[in-house]
């Protein structure tokens, strides 16, 4: 399987390869952390998803240019939310997340609020 590196860091030791799927996987974790996040947005179906299996879930978008990151993340609010300050909160738990754990710089972290949850 190839690994789609973020990041590659080179020592006597040997390497380290971050894939896009280990991004994306802190990202939504880290989304899904936060008070009011009910989900992260379900993805269109295109004919082209429905024959090539993707392992980053499509509400999840990560670009990677000379290791820097920029993240873009659709998520579900839960009803009665403040929607500014959801977003800005998952803004920075995706950040700082992604950064902590990967030492990889997060130059954005673009939030997409694409439904409301209305609890039952």
Same mark, same amino acid.
């Given at each position: ?8 860091? $080179? ?6 390869? !971050?894939?896009?799927?280990? !991004?994306? @996987? !802190? @990202? ?13 947005? +379900?993805? +269109?179906? $295109?004919?082209?998803?429905? /024959? %090539?299996?993707?392992? #980053? +879930?499509?509400? #999840?978008?990560?670009? !990677?240019?000379?290791? %820097?990151?920029?993240?873009?993340? $659709?998520?579900? *609010?839960? /009803?009665?939310?403040? *929607? *500014?300050? &959801? ?9 700082? $997340? %992604?950064?902590?754990? @990967?030492? &990889? @710089?997060?130059?954005? *972290? ?7 949850? /209305?609890?039952?």
């Amino acid at each position: 399987m190839e690994v789609n590196s973020a990041q590659r860091l $080179s020592s006597e030791g040997g390497s380290l390869k !971050i894939s896009d799927e280990v !991004i994306a @996987t !802190i @990202t939504r974790l880290a989304a899904l952390e936060v008070n009011g996040v009910s989900d992260l947005a +379900p993805a +269109p179906v $295109s004919m082209k998803d429905m /024959f %090539v299996k993707s392992p #980053i +879930p499509k509400s #999840i978008r990560i670009n !990677i240019s000379q290791d %820097v990151v920029e993240i873009d993340v $659709s998520i579900v *609010v839960k /009803f009665g939310a403040k *929607v *500014v300050e &959801l977003a800005q909160k998952v803004q920075n738990n995706v950040k700082a $997340s %992604v950064q902590n754990m @990967t030492g &990889l @710089t997060v130059s954005k *972290v673009n939030v997409y609020v694409a439904g409301i949850h /209305f609890d039952e």
